[in-house]
């Protein structure tokens, strides 16, 4: 009898013991299964104070998904973060995307998989992070579909998945000047007489290499792209934008050529000239 009363409270002390890891969500979170996609959230390191993580979507063959602006059509992704505990801050970067035409139009996209790097601030340092995301976005083959997934993980600044976040950050668009120097580079912005506003933009790229180029305005503008003629200059055009508009209006240029990318920010004025 005595040996059973020694044991059965060790017996307990370890149940207990380990209860807390069970309770905690893992450090990234299970796949999460939509209609010809998937996603979790993946963990990282932490660095300058913050923890890295990552919003993974992997898609079936011949799908993609939708870059933060997606183009003539698509669905932009929408995240919401309000279930995370111990969270001041959460950063999305976006890696650059690719240029798809098709006969519903041009859009801006991920193909096969994506990892969309997050950058995490903690309201406490030195403590757990809990991130939770309910994330909405879209996938496409030949039409739109809409695609839901909550997610759930700890961030202790020990993740499995650092690799896979640097590999992404290493592909986000470095912010630079108009006209800086360099191997890819938007080189100049002038206004074009047409009926709408039109704008030629002059880039740089490696010979031989095609570049791709986004153009970004605030909500309710869109500005469509042309590709590149020989000279490497596109024809962006303002299709829409509010009627109240007024300068000056940001404008962020991202350049894509070459597996390298870059992004410049420039201004309309209130009679639509680049500034």
């Known amino acids: 009898m005595p040996i059973m009363l020694r044991t059965v409270p060790a017996a307990i002390f370890l149940i207990l013991a380990v209860f807390p890891a069970f ?5 990234s979170s299970s796949w999460v299964q939509g209609l010809h996609s998937r ?22 063959s ?12 698509g669905l932009p992704p929408r995240f919401d973060w309000a ?5 001041a801050d959460v950063e999305i970067r976006w890696p ?15 193909e096969d998989s994506v990892v969309l790097p997050v950058l995490v601030t903690p309201k406490e340092a030195g403590k757990p992070v809990t991130l939770a995301l309910s994330a909405d976005y879209g996938i496409c083959k030949d039409i739109c579909i809409p695609a839901h997934a909550e997610m759930k993980a700890t961030l202790s600044g020990k993740g499995p998945h650092q690799a896979d976040i640097a590999k992404a950050l290493a592909e986000v668009p470095r912010p630079q000047a108009l006209g800086a120097k360099g191997e890819i580079a938007v080189e100049s912005i002038e206004r074009v007489a047409q009926d709408q506003p039109t704008f030629r933009v002059t880039v740089r790229a490696p010979t031989g290499i095609k570049p791709a180029l986004f153009p970004e305005a605030p909500e309710n503008w869109y500005l469509s792209a042309s590709e590149p003629d020989d000279a490497n200059r596109v024809t962006v055009t303002v299709e829409d ?14 350049l894509v050529a070459g597996g390298k990318a870059v992004e410049t920010q420039v201004s309309l004025d209130a009679g639509q000239q680049p500034r």
């Open 83 to 87: 279930g995370s505990e111990n969270v």
């Open 241 to 254: 934008r509010p009627k109240e508009a007024s300068g000056p209006v940001p404008v962020r240029l991202t």
């Open 23 to 27: 309770a905690q969500p893992p450090a």
């Open 62 to 73: 011949g799908y993609k998904t939708y870059w933060r602006t997606p183009g003539d059509s």
């Open 39 to 60: 996603a979790r959230l993946i963990s990282g390191e932490t660095e300058g104070g913050r923890h890295l993580a990552g919003i993974e979507i992997a898609l079936d």
């Open 96 to 110: 650059a995307p690719s240029r798809h035409e098709d006969p519903g139009g041009v859009s801006y996209v991920y």
